[in-house]
Nanobody, 127 residues
Framework: QVQLVESGGGLVQAGGSLSLSCAAS????????VAWFRQAPGMEREFVGA???????????NYADSVKGRFSISRNNAKNMVYLEMNSLKVEDTAVYYC?????????????????WGQGTQVTVSS
């Protein structure tokens, strides 16, 4: 059973940057699709981006339009970790950010496509 733990959230001013980490234990996630979702107060949890293994240590990434060009997902398989680098942050990026993983070969865009979830980390962007 894979366990995921997010860290790195916090308070940042608009225009700033923040890097989130997702540490996996209980299994190796190098072959898994790993995605980031976020949930703002009163809103549904929404897809942010995902990393999908193509083969070997080659991964493809895809992102929601709202974060494309500002957010970036990377992996460190030796550490069994996935990262979300967030730049040019906006007030509307404020949310709890979740890491999710699934042994699927194609990244689902909805929450029901993921088997394993972290507990979330709060990101607050101030104006």
């Amino acid at each position: 059973q894979v366990q995921l733990v997010e860290s790195g959230g916090g308070l940042v001013q608009a225009g700033g940057s923040l890097s989130l980490s997702c540490a996996a234990s209980g299994g190796t996630i190098s072959r898994y699709v790993v995605a980031w979702f976020r949930q703002a107060p009163g809103m549904e949890r929404e897809f942010v981006g995902a990393s999908t293994r193509i083969g070997g240590n080659v991964y493809s990434t895809n992102y929601a339009d709202s974060v494309k060009g500002r957010f970036s997902i990377s992996r460190n398989n030796a550490k069994n970790m996935v990262y979300l680098e967030m730049n040019s942050l906006k007030v509307e990026d404020t949310a709890v950010y979740y890491c999710a993983a699934d042994p699927a070969s194609i990244a689902p865009l909805t929450t029901d496509g993921y088997t394993f979830w972290g507990q979330g980390t709060q990101v607050t962007v101030s104006s």
